[in-house]
C-alpha cells in the first residue's frame, strides 16, 4: 500500500507514530485544558508530515488516514457503547461499525494535510493547511447530512481561544488552533521569534481572559424564584 521508495520499516514507523499521536490528540480533548495540549501534539504530527521523505501522494494520503483513524476510533468509543450495549449489536460488528465510521471521516483529516504535500514548507503553508483544515471540516458537518464530532474547536472550552469562540464561531477556532500549532513548529527558525513573541502574548492574554471568565461565572450564586401560581376562592 505504502509507496516503495521508503524503506518498509520507515514506513511503519511513521505510520504507528501518526496513529499514536492521533489517540493522544483525542485522548487529550477529554482532559481538563485540553485546548491547550492538542496544540502542541499537532505541532508533531505536522513535524511528521513535513519529515516524510515520499513523493507519493498515495502514500500522504496512507498516512494522513492513518493519523484520522487513530484520532476518531478513540474519540468515537461512545459509538460502541450505542450499538452493543443498547442497540444489542454483537461486539464484532460494533467494532467494526466503529472503525468503518472512523475511517470515512478521516479521509477529511487525510485531504486537509495535502496542503502540506503541495506547498512542501513555506512562510504560507501554516495559512493554507488551517483554510483547507476549515474547509475539509466543514465538508465532514455537511455531506451525508454530516458527521461534525469531534472537531478541534469543541477542545476549545478548556482552550486558549475560548473567549473569542463567541466571535469567530468553531471553524474560526479550528483555523486559529491549526494554524498556531503550525507556527509553534517554526518557533526553531530565527526569522520568526517575532511571531513566537507575539503568539505567546496572545496566549497569555486569552488565558487569563478565560480564566477570568470562568471566575466570574464559577462565583456566581444561583438565583432561585419561587413560583406562584394563581389561584380563586369561592
Same mark, same amino acid.
Not at 499514536?20 to 485522548?27: D, F, H, P
Not at 486559529?176 to 526569522?191: C, D, F, G, I, N
Given at each position: ?15 504507528? @507514530?501518526?496513529?499514536? =499521536?492521533? /489517540?493522544?490528540?483525542? #485522548?487529550?480533548?477529554? &482532559? ?7 496544540? !502542541? ?83 504560507? @503553508?501554516?495559512?493554507? =493547511?488551517? /483554510?483547507?483544515?476549515? #474547509?475539509?471540516?466543514? &465538508? ?7 458527521? !461534525? ?86
Amino acid at each position: 500500500m505504502f509507496d516503495q521508495h521508503l524503506p518498509t520499516k520507515e514506513q511503519g514507523t511513521k505510520a504507528a @507514530t501518526l496513529f499514536v =499521536l492521533g /489517540a493522544l490528540i483525542a #485522548i487529550a480533548a477529554e &482532559l481538563p485544558y485540553g485546548g491547550w495540549i492538542q496544540i !502542541p501534539l499537532l505541532s508533531l504530527v505536522w513535524l511528521s508530515f513535513v519529515n516524510t521523505r515520499s513523493e507519493s501522494f498515495l502514500s500522504h494520503f496512507i498516512l494522513g488516514l492513518v493519523f484520522g483513524v487513530g484520532y476518531f476510533v478513540v474519540g468515537l468509543w461512545w459509538l460502541y457503547i450505542s450499538m452493543h450495549d443498547v442497540g444489542g449489536m454483537s461486539s464484532p460488528l460494533a467494532c467494526m461499525g466503529v472503525f468503518l465510521l472512523s475511517s470515512y471521516v478521516a479521509i477529511y483529516f487525510s485531504v486537509a494535510t495535502f496542503s502540506l504535500r503541495l506547498l512542501k514548507f513555506s512562510s504560507l @503553508t501554516g495559512l493554507f =493547511l488551517a /483554510a483547507s483544515w476549515v #474547509i475539509s471540516e466543514y &465538508l465532514r458537518g455537511e455531506i451525508f447530512t454530516g458527521f !461534525p464530532w469531534m472537531g478541534f474547536a469543541e477542545t476549545q472550552v478548556s482552550g486558549p481561544f475560548f473567549s473569542i469562540a463567541p466571535y469567530l464561531g468553531g471553524l474560526g477556532c479550528t483555523f486559529l488552533t491549526v494554524y498556531t500549532s503550525w507556527q509553534l513548529l517554526q518557533l526553531k527558525r530565527l526569522h520568526l521569534l517575532a511571531v513566537a513573541t507575539t503568539e505567546e502574548a496572545f496566549f497569555i492574554e486569552c488565558f487569563i481572559t478565560s480564566a477570568n471568565y470562568h471566575n466570574h461565572n464559577s462565583c456566581k450564586p444561583l438565583e432561585f424564584h419561587k413560583a406562584h401560581r394563581n389561584t380563586t376562592k369561592d
